[in-house]
């Protein structure tokens, strides 16, 4: 369905831009490459490296793929992501996000997930965002779409329960607005 992984995972690459330099690690699939030497596949895999942030996502998928915006799942586990950044929303297509293993400390940072309509998989496990109170239930709350969290199914009770937790938050958010500006 997504074609072969590119897979440029244990390179030890600090920066997104780094793959351009590298060679994709050999699988038992090889992802097919067209005339000019970009992959036609909706997978790519950088986990296990040494990248801080996502600048330059997007003209690296333009230089790797052929249709770069339809990319489908992205490994960036095993990294030193502190934040989620917003290029990410670029990806409409997006299905899978795997962001285990990282430093992502802020419920706000999942936010800004919430534009991606496909995305039915996620992972933030063994990131310092795990440890918050109602981590579950603030990202089932915030993702509507999710299938998985955490190779771990969302059930239909999981879905009320946050639902129902996140519910309070917000009216307070909202009442403590509204007396601010008062």
């Known amino acids: 369905m997504f074609g072969a992984p ?4 244990f390179k030890d690459l600090c920066s997104i831009e780094g793959v351009l330099s590298e060679e994709p690690n050999k699988g038992v699939h090889t992802p097919w490459r067209n005339s000019e030497g970009k992959f036609s596949s909706h997978v790519l895999r950088l986990n296990n490296n040494l990248v801080s942030n996502m600048t330059g996502l997007m003209e690296t998928l333009s230089a790797l793929f052929v249709e770069p915006k339809r990319l489908a799942w992205l490994d960036l586990s095993f990294n030193n992501i502190t934040h989620i950044h917003p290029v990410l929303t670029e990806l409409v297509e997006l299905r899978v996000l795997y962001l285990h293993g990282n430093s992502v400390c802020n419920f706000s940072e999942v ?4 534009t991606l309509p496909l995305l039915h ?9 795990e440890t918050r ?34 519910k309070p938050r917000r009216s307070y958010k909202a009442s403590n607005h509204t007396t601010k500006n008062i």
């Not at 936010?111 to 919430?114: C, G, P, Q, S, V």
């Not at 579950?136 to 937790?165: C, G």
């Open 133 to 166: 109170h109602g981590y579950r239930n603030y990202v089932i709350a915030t993702l509507p779409h999710l299938k998985m969290m955490d190779f771990s199914a969302v059930t239909k009770q999981e879905r009320v329960t946050a639902s129902l937790w996140l």
């Open 121 to 129: 998989t996620i992972t933030l496990h063994g990131n310092n965002i």
């Open 111 to 114: 936010d800004k997930l919430r």
């Open 6 to 9: 590119v897979d440029f995972s």
